[in-house]
């Protein structure tokens, strides 16, 4: 039954419309990120540095967090309400069903993650060559976790009042990504 209702709460997030839409908006700004920006290099370092890298998924960070909001408020909208009403006549404890919910949220948005890591990859590969890839897991691990788990909490929090604040959380993602900021 775990396993049954995770595959389900992974396949209403990643089975649909919107995801399609966002692969191809990451594509299209991962390729203009990487095109424009990353390939002259980032504070004098080389394009594949890890500077260059951090740099690169500091850029594509509010989109992965406006996914992440976008999947918080598919579990939390009325439609996502209806589906805790059948999967609540389950033997699972609420507990379990949130924490299955909660893991099917965070793999959505790993496997988001994956797309401009993965085409990054690609394009380094491509015009570079031969890289150094381990020196890339700690910008990696350093960019995209500390703004997840923030993000991840407090759309928790704002979808258990109203989902729809989680729609306020996207404006204000988005408006910091705008702001300007000291190099």
Known sequence: ALRNIFLYECKRLLWNKFFF??????????????GGT?????????????WSFGAYLAEMMPLLLVALLCF??????????????????TPLS??????????AVTVAFLVVTAVP??????FYGIIFGAIDWNTL???????????FLLVMGTGLWLGRVHHR?????????LLLAVVPVPS
């Open 21 to 34: 839409g966002l692969l191809l908006v990451l594509l299209f700004y991962g390729w203009q990120v990487l």
């Open 137 to 147: 897991l700690l910008p990696l691990v350093i960019t995209v976790f500390p703004p």
């Open 94 to 103: 609420q507990a379990v069903h949130c924490r299955i919910r909660y893991t």
């Open 72 to 89: 918080l408020s598919i579990l939390t909208s009325d439609t996502g309400k209806r589906v805790e009403v059948l999967i609540a006549a």
């Open 38 to 50: 990353t390939i002259l290099g980032v504070a004098h370092t080389a394009p594949f540095s890890p």
């Open 165 to 173: 604040l989680l729609m306020a959380l996207v404006a204000v993602v």
């Open 117 to 122: 890591v993965v085409y990054a990859v690609g």
